[in-house]
């Protein structure tokens, strides 16, 4: 059978691929290879470039700073009660450091269970009202924190934040997916993840100076954490319905030009993604049966339970090099300083190169050698400057693992359901995350590390040099002809719909 034109999956579109009408919201009638109306045919090269330019400009300004910011404010809410740790939370509630440590747990069980779900939730009832919703739930569950007297008020807080919060990390990146080139995305995923480690930097400012409301309105400065960042992520979630936009096909500040070169962005980079399309249990079949899904769910977990661990005690560890409560708050910046910039970096580079794999790779490096410093040091300055090495190694193969999935993965309903099962399960482990680090070991923690340094070697290096090698077997088939077979007798519609299946799809390394 003849294709279009065999495209990596980074790539642009061959110059004979056929346009063809097509009205809003029809962006599903199209079959493989057509794109929509030019509303720019009669421009020159040059100036169609300098339109693309600036659309992605202004893609950029009215996506990008607001979805971080969301971001940021929930990586804040579920990590800062090891910020109230400090500040006294086990003392005051009573509870003991396996109690703790459940507190914890209970985030990343709810958050789990939930998180698969999402997705579709997220494509039935549009991003400007799903995303709103939740986060002024987790916004109330976050007050309610600071409002606990015992341990099972705090269990119960913790269970529904989980529940609320599931929904923004997964949708946001599929919402992205849905908005960007693949060569693209990583960037712009990049810098929206780097809101987390921002807010590391951020989370231990403000609890230094939250802790000395302690007092105030006969509350604790802990709890004072807890009901100022709750108040504010509830201001900011009703904020999101005016901010938060829907889907291409939908979103309000687009003039219809402008939605049209969109969508050609998108059909051309032989994506689906923001198609009309009515859920059926085959997308769900199509993502469990992959054998990418579970492969990309085991690299995950290599880097969010480091992740979880990493940003739940790392006031904890620094603590217990020796420092008291406000300096280790103050001290936890730098590292998540340096991550962030790094997170950015290594986007740009992946994109450029459309070389994830290697990025993972070379990144994860930075990560054992952090932890063996930290497992294997005995001064404060060299495990302090393993923090660094740690932050360095987790935080960009988080976000570029996840833009690997979605480059690997097409599907209006499989990519957010794929997406789903790989976040989903890496946040299952976060239950692994709370509790690596007790009380017993404190305070130099070795047995936490040398965990970490075992999910960063076998699943996050060895999954993604795994992962690479089978993905190039695939692609050199492919690009021999050896898949042609998997479309014989398939028109261009059925063609389209084998999604990352299609013969010409070429995955990206």
């Not at 294709?3 to 919201?25: I, L, N, R």
């Not at 580079?349 to 930075?366: E, K, P, V, W, Y």
């Not at 070795?446 to 965990?451: F, L, N, S, V, Y």
């Not at 996050?460 to 040099?465: A, C, F, R």
């Amino acid at each position: 059978m003849k294709f279009p034109g065999k495209h990596d999956s980074d790539s642009a579109p061959s110059d004979d691929e056929k346009v063809t009408g097509v009205e809003a919201g029809q962006f599903e009638s199209l079959g493989h290879g057509e794109l929509p109306p030019d509303p720019d045919a009669g421009l020159s090269e040059a100036e169609k470039k300098a339109i693309d330019r600036k659309l992605l400009w202004k893609l950029d300004l009215r996506l990008i700073p607001w979805l971080c910011l969301l971001y940021l404010i929930s990586f804040l809410d579920r990590t800062n009660i090891g910020n109230a740790k400090l500040d006294g939370l086990q003392t005051s509630l009573h509870i003991t450091g396996g109690q703790y440590n459940a507190c914890l747990s209970i985030f990343f069980v709810s958050y789990s269970l939930f998180e698969p779900l999402t997705n579709i939730l997220l494509k039935r009832l549009r991003p400007s009202i799903f995303i709103p919703i939740i986060m002024v739930l987790w916004g109330i569950c976050m007050v309610c924190m600071g409002l606990t007297h015992n341990f099972q008020g705090m269990m119960t807080a913790r269970w529904f934040l989980g529940m609320a919060e599931a929904g923004l990390f997964p949708g946001i990146n599929y919402y992205l997916s849905c908005w960007y080139r693949r060569s693209e995305f990583g960037i712009r995923a990049a810098i929206f993840f780097s809101a987390a480690a921002v807010s590391g930097s951020f989370g231990g400012l403000l609890a230094a100076a939250i802790g000395q409301m302690t007092g105030i309105g006969g509350k604790k400065g802990w709890a004072w954490i807890f009901i100022l960042e709750g108040l504010a992520t509830v201001l900011v979630g009703i904020a999101s319905f005016w901010m938060v936009f829907d889907f291409p096909d939908e979103a309000t500040f687009l003039s219809d030009a402008d939605r049209q070169r969109v969508l050609r962005r998108l059909k051309a980079d032989q994506q689906s993604s923001a198609e009309h399309e009515t859920f059926k249990m085959e997308y769900f079949w199509a993502s469990v049966k992959d054998w990418k899904t579970w492969l990309y769910a085991f690299i995950y977990m290599g880097c969010d339970t480091p992740l979880y661990a990493f940003s739940l005690f790392l006031p904890s560890i620094i603590a217990g090099l020796g420092y008291k409560s406000t300096t280790a708050q103050l001290l936890s910046v730098p590292p998540y300083a340096a991550a962030a910039i790094l997170t950015i970096t290594i986007g740009y580079i992946a994109d450029r190169t459309h070389q994830r794999g290697l990025c993972n790779i070379g990144t994860s490096l930075l990560g054992l050698i952090g932890f063996s410093m930290l497992v294997a040091g005995t001064s404060p300055g060299v495990q302090y400057a393993g923090t660094f090495l740690g932050a360095l190694g987790i935080y960009p193969c988080v976000a570029n693992t996840i833009v690997w999935v979605s480059n690997n993965t097409e599907g209006v309903y499989k990519r957010g359901i794929t997406m789903g099962f790989v976040i989903g399960w890496g946040n299952l482990n976060g239950v692994v995350s709370s509790n690596i680090y007790q009380a017993k070991t404190a305070p130099k923690y070795r047995t936490g590390h040398a965990i970490v340094l075992a999910y960063l070697t076998i699943f996050l290096l060895g999954g993604s040099i795994v992962m690479r090698v089978l993905l190039a077997a695939e692609n050199k088939k492919r690009l021999s002809g050896g898949r042609d077979y998997w479309a014989e007798g398939k028109n261009e519609k059925e063609v389209e719909k084998l999604g990352d299946t299609r013969p010409d799809f070429i995955y990206t390394l």
